[in-house]
C-alpha cells in the first residue's frame, strides 16, 4: 500500500511539472485521470482489508454479525461517494 502511495505522490510531482512547463492540456488530464484510479484502488484496498478484519471478528464473537454489516455499509457508502 506505501508502494502505491509512493507511486501516486510521484504521479503528483509530474503533474506539478507538467502545470509549471505548461503543457497540453490533455497531457496533464490524462495525469490526472491516472492518479484518480491509483487513488481508487489504494480505496479499494483499505476496504477490503477492513471488510476482511470485520468478517474474521464477526465470525468469532456471537451476536456482531449485525454491528460488522452496518459497518462494511457505512464504509462502501463512503467509498461509493469517491466516483460521485
Known sequence: MVQRLNRIE??????????????YCLDEVQQIN???AAL?????AII???VAVGV?????VEGTEETAMDD?????R???????
Not at 10 to 23: A, P, S, T
Not at 40 to 44: D, G, K, P, Q, Y
Not at 56 to 60: C, L, P, Q, T, V
Open 10 to 23: 510521484g504521479q503528483v510531482r509530474g503533474l506539478r511539472k507538467m502545470i509549471e512547463e505548461d503543457r
Open 34 to 36: 491516472a492518479m484518480s
Open 40 to 44: 481508487r484502488e489504494v480505496a479499494l
Open 48 to 50: 477490503a482489508q477492513h
Open 56 to 60: 474474521r471478528i464477526a465470525a468469532r
Open 72 to 76: 462494511v455499509t457505512r464504509v462502501l
Open 78 to 84: 463512503a467509498a461509493m461517494r469517491l466516483d460521485g
